[in-house]
């Protein structure tokens, strides 16, 4: 099945400061990516998506490109706040069409005023 | 409630012991799963049901789990014998069909001595 590669954190950067959150995947096919997004103390919520190759989802000031060439789709955003401090999860489908996602191992940020 | 509900959020027992953990889906929604999430680690698909049936049980892990969904809404997660291998966090998510989009409930965490 397909499965996902995720930077390991933790991740810890000033208030302002550029993000990057690698995220590779081997897929058969093009399928949908995720970012998913856990708060403290709440449950997994959809960041943003991309359902085909080059497309760019946005969310909340952050942004990923699902690139085929690379098989990647890293997470980025400008200027972080300390409101970003969170736990992210890359995710696809574990094989085309299913409806079961695949997680990566999450990587922890944390955002210092 | 506007969320996915999840009860209890905490459990512990001692091994050997049985386990009911409860999920209540996000009103009209069809799809509903089941993961667990062990500490750094992604969410690990377990289960899934579409309506009333399974349609995908391939992630449990041996036959001491067991779920049920029988009025097609609130799911119950069974655990047999429990091990304390068997500790982690239990996420319930619902969606409507084929959108990917999953909304989680905050879980419950399982401890097993």
């Known amino acids: 099945g397909n499965s996902v590669t995720q930077m390991e954190g933790p991740v810890t950067l000033s208030e302002e400061a550029f993000l990057t959150i690698n995220c590779t995947y081997t897929?058969?096919?093009?399928?949908?990516l995720f970012w998913y997004v856990q708060y403290p103390g709440e449950g997994l919520q959809l960041l943003l998506k991309?359902?085909?190759?080059?497309d760019k989802g946005s969310n909340k000031g952050f942004e990923a490109t699902y690139r085929k060439e690379t098989t990647s789709f890293h997470l980025e955003k400008g200027s972080v706040q300390v409101s970003d401090s969170a736990v992210y999860f890359c995710a696809l489908p574990l094989i085309q069409g299913a409806q079961k996602l695949v997680f990566g191992q999450g990587t922890r940020l944390t955002i210092n005023p | 409630g506007a969320g996915v509900s999840q009860t209890p959020s905490n459990k512990v027992t001692e091994k050997g012991k049985y386990v009911e953990l409860r999920c209540d889906p996000i009103?009209?929604?069809?799809?509903l799963y089941w993961y667990r999430q062990s500490l750094g680690q992604g969410p690990e698909f377990l289960i899934y049901?579409?309506?009333?049936?399974?349609?995908?049980d391939s992630g449990l892990p041996n036959d001491r789990f067991f779920a049920v969904r029988p009025e097609g809404s609130v799911s119950t997660l069974k655990i047999q014998r429990t091990e304390r291998g068997d500790s982690a966090v239990y996420l319930c998510?619902?969606?409507?069909?084929?959108?990917?989009?999953?909304?989680f409930g905050e879980g419950s965490r399982l401890t097993v001595l």
């Open positions: 991309a359902t085909k190759a080059d």
């Open positions: 897929a058969t096919g093009y399928p949908s």
């Open positions: 009103s009209g929604h069809t799809a």
């Open positions: 049901f579409q309506g009333t049936g399974a349609a995908d």
């Open positions: 998510a619902s969606s409507f069909v084929a959108t990917g989009e999953l909304f």
